[in-house]
C-alpha cells in the first residue's frame, strides 16, 4: 500500500504507539482521522504530525461508546472524503486473576479492547469497500499470543482480537481490503501507569507491581511504529513486534500448554 494521499482512521491517537503511528504516517504524506478518549493528547499528537503538511482531523472518542463509533464515519468523511486505512489501536489494560477482579472491569477492557475493535470495524467496512485498495489494522498483543496468569480479562480480549482479525481476513480475501494483526511485545508506553488493578492493593503494592511490569518494556514507541507502518506497505497480514513476541511466538507453538514453565521465569511476580 502506497501512503502517500492516503487517509488514515487511527484511534488511541493521544500517546505511545498511537501517535508514535501518527508521526510515522505523516511522514509517509498519509492524511490523518486521529481518535482518543484524550483530547489534550489527540490535540498534541495533530499539531506534531500537521508538521509534515498532511491533513489532520481530530475526533473526540470513547471506543466503548456504540452511538459515538456509528457516528464517526460521516464525520471523518466531511473532513476527508475518503478513508483507505483504520488502525484500530486503543487499549486498556487490567491486572489481577479473573476471581479477584469485578464483572464491571472485566466488562470495561471487553468492551475498549475488543468490542471497540469490533465496532470501528463494522462502522468503515462500507466506506472501505469504496476504495480500489484498503485495509484494517488491529493492534493485539504479545498478551494474544501467550496467556500469563493475572491478565485473565487483558488476555481474553487481546486473543478475541486475534481470532476476529484472523476470521474477517478469510472471509475478506478476495476483495480489495486486507485485515493486519499486530502483536506488539513490551513497548515503552504509558499503558501500565494507567492501568486497572484489582481492589484489594495497598497504594505501594500497586506502584510496585506497575513498576516491576515496567521493566519489561523496552522497545522505544518510534521503533514500534515504524515497524507496524512498513508492514502495512507490504500488506503484511500477521506483524511481531519485537523479539519478546517472536520468541513467545514460537514457544507457544513449539510448547502450546507448557510454556510458561520457561516464560514465567523471565516475568515478574504478581502483587
Known sequence: MKLNDRVAVLTG?????????????????????LADIDEHGLRETARMAGKSGVHTS???LD???RAAVAALPHAVVQEHDQVDLV???????LGGTFEEVSEADFDWVMAVNFEGVVRMTRAFLPLLRERQQARIVNISSLFGLIAPPGHAAYCASKFAVRGFSNALRHELAGTPIGVTVVHPGGVTTSIARHARTRSNLCEEEVRQGRADFEKLLRMPPQKAAEIIVRAVQVDRERVLVGHDAVISSWLERLMPTSYWRLIGRAMPSRN
Open 13 to 33: 491517537a493521544g500517546g505511545g504507539i498511537g501517535r508514535s503511528l501518527a508521526l510515522a504516517l505523516a511522514r509517509r504524506g498519509c492524511h490523518l482521522a
Open 58 to 60: 481530530q475526533h473526540v
Open 63 to 65: 471506543v466503548a461508546c
Open 87 to 93: 488502525i484500530n489501536n486503543a487499549g486498556v489494560a
